[in-house]
């Protein structure tokens, strides 16, 4: 008896303890975006002008992001898909719709990133960054000079090389180098890219996420298949590292702000993407991370000598035969398959 | 009364997180969905796993498995007997020892070993004094073997260790006395009666050695696929649920096998079998 009067004090004790833990009502906004993809220093800001604390997580890829909003049970106020996910996102209506009279920054972004289409009136979405897959070489490592996918079935870089480790961006790789579209949904077209990419497995040193940059760094690898912000980041603090755009043509993409359904703090989250659109924020975040900006109030404090180069703000006929990913709803089980076949090859 | 609160909450613990996920899971994998609409009980799934290309990743897993088992014992073994025979004071000392390690996360236990072997790593920093060219020993088979052996050999020594512990010293002295030399006494006496400590530990390093994932991830470079990885995918880059729970299914069959098949091993052996898991 006296044993169990001790566990009920305890159990009691234990309960008010986490009570008194829980601070009282302030705002916790959930955000999950790609890793490496904000400068954290932003959050601490945010909280001073709001009072709203930001909870941070963070994910690899578009599809284990996908999955993981899929399958509920997780509660993320704010997002950062790329193009071709926020559609099918729109499509299965995974996504609240925002509204822009409460991002007044929304005025900021330029012309030509709004209303593209995967989200054509911008209803879901206010863009973040853009940029480009391409492929960044160390040239102390590597004289000749490279301008095509080619250079990625080369014998002579094997062991020498890292892929992407994301089903799309690779299978896009193949894809491009036999001339077809990266949003293809004919099953021979994909064989073909599959094919080619189990050739090529030999020669790939690995297949990588986030790490690519210290990896190349570190001289592990001396020519990568990246995003473009990574190879500014590296070419910025390393200038041997070249950044090239293949002729074959590549991916363009980019990724939005969006509100998952099933959001909380939805007044929360307007004021944080309007914080995000502001210009000296926006500098911030696209100083850390490298990637273009969409905001010409950022662009007006960009370093001039980053215009019109391949890794960060190239030409608009350098990418002329650029695509950007669309959804490839059902077809994507295509690709899940082949994807599969080659990572198990 | 206490007793009885405390029984239940276990069974209610292990109901809601060990018995349903289970259920879940093999619902999961009879079952297939078109996009989120469910289509219904099948066998597709694991019909699926049937095609060569799987099995081969299996296979695969079940080898290397093996290989990094047969390494940890032939390694884990004479460890045992050392630290079985140290002085008792030093001996707890140096059973800590071994195992403070593992109070490190094994994450970070294997990146280290990620730059330990790298291009640029410790190992060819070295190799390069004595101007050997620097050796790729990254992403590839030998590095996820090494990182398993690394990571699972405290789950061989400790069962084998313990069992010499125990062991009836007079049986080692008889044999001694009878005029058993060094090698007949290791190979009559010691060895056979330690055989439930070997069972126990080849079963404890092979069922974490044949599932794991982060471990092939990691040292691999992604290249190189096991069985863990293969489900993985299926729930973090595929979204294919179904066909990863049927994985999952197949895989703890195996494990299953592989125990009951062990512990009949152990249970052979003599009385001794109870001591299985340390």
Known sequence: MKKSIALLVMIA????????????????????????????????TFETETGIKINYETFATNEEMYTKLKKGGTQYDVAIPSDYMIEKMIKEEMLEKIDLSKIPNFSNIDDQYKNLAFDPKNEYSVPYFWGTVGIIYNTNLISEDIDSWDALWDEKYSGMFTMVDSQRDSIMVALKKLGYSMNTKEVAHLEEAKQLLIEQKPLVLAYVGDNVKDMLISEETAMAVVWSGEASTVIQDYDYFKYVLPKEGSNKWFDNIVIPKGAKNIEAAHQFIDFLCRGDIGFKNADYVGYSTCNNETLKLIDPALIDTTYAYPKAEWTSNFEIFLDPGDFVKEYDRIWTEIKAN | MLRK??????????????????????????????????????????????????LKVLLRSVEIAFKATLICFLVGYPMAMILAKMDSKIRNLAVMLFVVPMWMNFLLRTYAWMTILGKNGILNKFLSLFHIAPMTFLYSEGAVLLGMVYNFLPFMVLPIYTVLTKMDKSLIEAAEDLGGNKGTVFRKIIFPLSLPGVVSGFSMVFMPAVSTFVITNLLSGGQYMLVGNLIEQQFLAVNDWHFGSAISMLLMVLILLTMSVMNRLGAGIGEEGSAGLW
Not at chain 1, 33 to 38: A, L, P, T
Not at chain 2, 33 to 54: A, W
Request: proline share 2%; aromatic share 20%; with cysteine.
């Open chain 1, 13 to 44: 004790l234990l309960a008010t303890g986490f009570v008194g833990c829980k601070k009282e009502d302030q705002v916790v906004l959930n955000v999950y975006n790609w890793g490496d993809y904000i400068d954290d220093s932003i959050f601490d």
């Open chain 2, 5 to 54: 609160i405390a029984s239940s909450s276990y069974l209610v613990w292990s109901f809601l997180f060990i018995i349903i996920p289970i259920l879940m899971i093999g619902f999961l994998s009879f079952t297939s969905s078109e996009g989120s609409v469910n289509t219904g009980f099948s066998f597709d799934n694991y019909k699926r796993f049937m095609e060569p290309i799987y």
